[in-house]
């Protein structure tokens, strides 16, 4: 099974601050997508990276994969209310679009 | 395109019934996944069709469920008999290629 890890959990932060969310795995994968996911919601795509070491941005977040194409970091600058929600990384294998998805970081940024 | 689009919304159903999910992905999309997210186990993968053939079914729980696909633009998740334990949102979506677009889910209840 592959497993993809986040964290942190969750976080609370005001609006204004940086953070960074992380998400880890032990299985290499032919590329990896980050959702959000707002209540009541299915996850919306935000971004797709597929090479090793590739660096997105989109706006005020930074996404990146790792060297070995094992992790991936999601870096939001300036955090504001409207990027409340649950951020999801989700791996592909390449087999016919597979994709496990992270554990997911719930995120709450206040005014 | 209207989307993935998924019904019910919401059921609320007695344990021992049988339930079924329905769902019709984006035309075109070649790849349908059912999954079921819960707060404890997050995001779970429970089977995936491609060209509306069943490929991975290792997610489903046990052979209380099953899924369906008779053809490109329509999709049933079947749980029978249902169990309190099988409470979820169950979400269904669709991918050409990689990008996978989801539907609002169905949130169910057994009660």
């Known amino acids: 099974t592959q497993l993809l890890e986040q964290s942190p959990q969750f976080l609370s932060i005001q609006e204004g601050e940086n953070l960074t969310v992380y998400c880890n795995s032990s299985s290499v994968f032919s590329s990896l997508q980050w959702y959000r996911q707002e209540p009541g919601e299915g996850p919306v795509l935000l971004v797709t990276v597929v090479t090793g070491g590739e660096v997105k941005k989109l706006k005020r977040l930074t996404f990146q994969f790792g060297d070995a194409r094992k992790d991936s970091s999601l870096h939001i600058t300036a955090a504001q209310p409207g990027d409340t929600g649950l951020y999801l990384c989700a791996g592909e294998t390449g087999t016919a679009s597979k994709l496990t998805f992270g554990t997911g970081t719930r995120l709450q940024v206040t005014l | 395109d209207a989307g993935v689009i998924q019904s019910p919304r919401h059921e609320v159903t007695e344990m021992g019934q049988e339930v079924t999910l329905r769902c019709k992905p984006i035309s075109g999309h070649n790849s349908l996944f059912w999954y079921r997210q819960t707060m404890m186990r997050g995001l779970e993968l429970l089977i995936y069709?491609?060209?509306?053939?069943?490929?991975?079914d290792s997610g489903m729980p046990e052979d209380r469920f099953s899924a369906k696909m008779p053809n490109a633009s329509f999709s049933t998740l079947k749980i029978q008999p249902s169990e309190p334990r099988d409470s979820a949102v169950y979400f269904c979506?669709?991918?050409?290629?990689?990008?996978?677009?989801f539907g609002q889910g169905t949130r169910l209840t057994v009660v």
């Open positions: 979506a669709s991918s050409f290629e990689s990008e996978a677009f």
């Open positions: 069709f491609n060209n509306n053939v069943p490929i991975d």
